[in-house]
């Protein structure tokens, strides 16, 4: 009896174990998720970026072509499309970033989908074996 006693307490030990792997998989699935939210905001960001950078330099080029007055304008327009390749390059980097935290965090999800599947078919094996010892143990009561 101490031993299906000690089967039960392994098996709850190991539903346990499932429960919390199943809940860790729910927290990195939804970080994935506001991952890939934050990538796709950044991305927007980037493309408007790029955009204003094509149209700045569209502009900047009419600019050269006017008079010399202009080259006050020019000059500080050149600063804010420095300013704001400087901050492409940062968005791109952080998106980068992003992207390897969403394939860690896919690959983390997968082993412990894995590791699941594997504590749930322990579970099961250690059920059946419970059984068995248990019906074994009426028939040597009876």
Avoid: P
């Avoid at 030990?13 to 991952?35: G, H, M, N, P, W």
């Avoid at 099961?124 to 009426?138: D, H, I, N, R």
């Amino acid at each position: 009896e101490t031993d299906i006693h000690v089967k039960r307490e392994e098996v709850d030990q190991f539903k346990r174990q499932v429960e919390k792997l199943s809940e860790d998989a729910t927290v990195l699935q939804a970080k994935l998720e506001e991952a890939k939210v934050t990538k796709n905001s950044m991305a927007c960001k980037l493309s408007e970026l790029e955009e204003w950078k094509m149209n700045a330099e569209k502009d900047l080029e009419v600019m050269k072509t006017s008079d010399a007055a202009k080259a006050t304008e020019i000059e500080a327009l050149q600063k804010k499309l420095s300013a704001e390749e400087t901050l492409a390059g940062d968005i791109n980097r952080r998106f980068e970033e992003l992207e390897e935290t969403r394939l860690k965090t896919e690959k983390d999800l997968e082993e412990m989908r894995v590791s699941n599947d594997a504590k749930a078919e322990e579970v099961q094996a250690l059920q059946e074996q419970l059984a068995v010892e248990k019906t074994s143990y009426q028939d040597l009561n009876q």
